[in-house]
């Protein structure tokens, strides 16, 4: 897969936390912690990087369509 066993398991969370936010009306606080996240911050980071938008966009975009 050309990636570290850390980076790949960072994406599983957050394809997980997409499905949450998805699917769920969890906060996201709760999808964070669900998915292995210890530190909020360090989630909200990580998804923005990955998605381009804040978790809270994603489901709010997710909603509208």
Request: hydrophobic share 35%; proline share 3%; with cysteine.
């Amino acid at each position: 897969t050309l990636k570290s066993f850390t980076h790949f398991v960072l994406e599983l969370r957050l394809g997980k936390a997409a499905q949450l936010l998805q699917y769920t009306d969890l906060p996201v606080t709760s999808v964070s912690y669900e998915c292995g996240f210890q530190n909020r911050a360090h989630f909200n980071r990580s998804f923005q990087k990955r998605y381009q938008m804040t978790p809270l966009k994603f489901r709010r975009q997710i909603v509208e369509e």
